[in-house]
């Protein structure tokens, strides 16, 4: 009986040995590589024009957006189509309020502002906020895998049409 729960005991020990570690929290060195890939989007965007550098730098090739009141956006080529309908951007600015993770997964939320200008317009501001997932991709570089936003601006509602009274 003592050699079965010895035996039973070591068993125990090996199999808790050979149990995977779990992921340490996120470097500072991830952390500062996901903010600088940030602030380097943040410097493309406006003026832009061609969005493809901007996601390449930015999204990884099966990026999925979650834009508010639109269907999901999946892919490069969507997410490139996307950001092209956009009005020019004059102004970016993406605040990180956290950076955390473990292993290869890393989230950041944060706020964003940004001005829009249509040509014989006036610029359109707009502030809010967004959640996004990063990945460590295979050449260790990081990139968003998953992004949601949305403005902090209430939603326009168009004014009623004034009735007209019968002549």
């Known amino acids: 009986m003592k050699t079965l729960v010895l035996f039973l005991s070591m068993l125990v020990v090996i199999l808790l040995g050979c149990q995977p570690n779990a992921p340490t929290e996120m470097s500072i060195a991830d952390k500062e590589a996901i903010k600088k890939v940030t602030d380097a989007a943040v410097q493309m965007a406006p003026g832009t ?3 493809s550098d901007y996601t390449d730098l930015y999204y990884a090739n099966d990026a999925i957006v979650l834009p ?3 269907e999901a ?3 490069r080529e969507e997410i490139i189509s996307f950001f092209g309908s956009f009005p020019p951007i004059t102004e970016m600015q993406f605040d990180q309020v956290e950076v955390n993770g473990a292993g290869d997964i890393a989230y950041v939320y944060g706020k964003y ?3 829009m200008t249509i040509e014989g317009t006036e610029s359109s501001q707009d502030n809010g906020k967004y959640i996004e997932v990063w990945k ?3 050449d260790g570089s990081w990139k968003v895998a998953l992004d949601i936003f949305n403005s902090d601006l209430p939603i326009a509602v168009p004014e009623p049409e004034a009735e007209t009274e019968a002549e």
Do not use: C, L, V
Request: proline share 13%; glycine share 6%.
């Open 49 to 51: 024009t061609d969005w």
């Open 68 to 70: 508010p009141n639109a």
């Open 73 to 75: 956006i999946k892919g």
């Open 113 to 115: 502002s940004m001005k």
């Open 136 to 138: 460590r991709q295979p």
